[in-house]
């Protein structure tokens, strides 16, 4: 384990525990938008995420929802979701996460992703194997379509739902099951253990991604990145086993 990893995971362990706490409580609400939720909890356990790692590491940049944290010319830059599935915990449903990635030059080189609810901890990095609460994983092996379970997930934007819907129809047609979940970064976290065989979604931040990258990798799946047009640190993603024609 990288001298980066133990942070990082303490780091999520502890805004993890912060969001437990707070789950079905009342909450502030920063911003009430069409498709989206902001709340003062987001940025409360951002904050505690920043303050952790740059006690630890006050040369690296931290990049998130608000902007750049910290040294914003370092090569070591941590990127952070402090709560992703926003909509879904504030609704009370239990399927949201913690993600924290360290970038060096471009690379991402250690990935934490831990669900609160579920105690489920994912964590990788360059020198060691992808594992859930400390056991190796690896991606699923199903090899046919009609026996796989594919999440396809919609952003925000008219863009993004005139792509996405009709790949969900055509998926669920075509895999056993079509799912749409609301949070990135366990649906990348759930193809690297083999839960899910693919993740497809035409427009997503980079913050909601960045650890579950390295970890599909290291589990023995393949992840496509594609950059968006005009829009910086926005991707189309394609993560999934590979061992399915997914058809695309």
């Known amino acids: ?34 498709h989206d939720i902001k709340l003062e909890l987001d940025r409360r356990s951002q904050a505690l995420i920043e303050s952790l790692l740059l006690s630890r590491f006050p040369d690296h940049a931290i990049l998130g929802e608000e902007g750049v944290r910290g040294e914003a010319g370092s090569e070591y830059e941590w990127i952070i979701d402090p709560i992703d599935g926003t909509v879904n915990f504030f609704y009370g449903i239990p399927h949201f996460a913690v993600s924290i990635a360290l970038r060096r030059k471009g690379q991402i080189i250690a990935g934490v992703i831990y669900d609160p609810m ?35 997930g919609v952003a925000k934007t008219s863009e993004s739902i005139d792509r996405g819907l009709p790949l969900f129809e055509r998926m669920a047609r075509s895999a056993k099951k079509c799912r749409m979940m609301g949070s990135a970064s366990l649906d990348i976290a759930y193809v690297a253990c083999g839960r899910l065989d693919a993740y497809i979604e035409s427009q997503i931040s980079i913050w909601d991604i960045a650890a579950g990258l390295l970890l599909v990798e290291k589990a023995g799946g393949i992840v496509t990145l594609t950059p968006h047009e005009t829009v910086k640190e926005k991707y189309g993603i394609v993560a999934y086993s590979g061992k399915l024609d997914l058809g695309l």
Do not use: C, H
């Open 118 to 152: 579920r105690d489920d901890l994912w964590a990788v990095d360059e020198s060691s194997p992808a594992t859930l609460n400390g056991q190796p994983i690896q991606v699923s092996q199903r090899k046919e379509l009609s026996e796989a379970v594919v999440s396809v």
């Open 1 to 34: 384990m990288s001298d980066y990893l133990t942070p990082a995971i303490e780091a999520a362990q502890a805004a993890g525990g912060l969001l437990r706490a707070a789950f079905e409580r009342p909450l502030t609400v920063d911003a009430n938008e069409a």
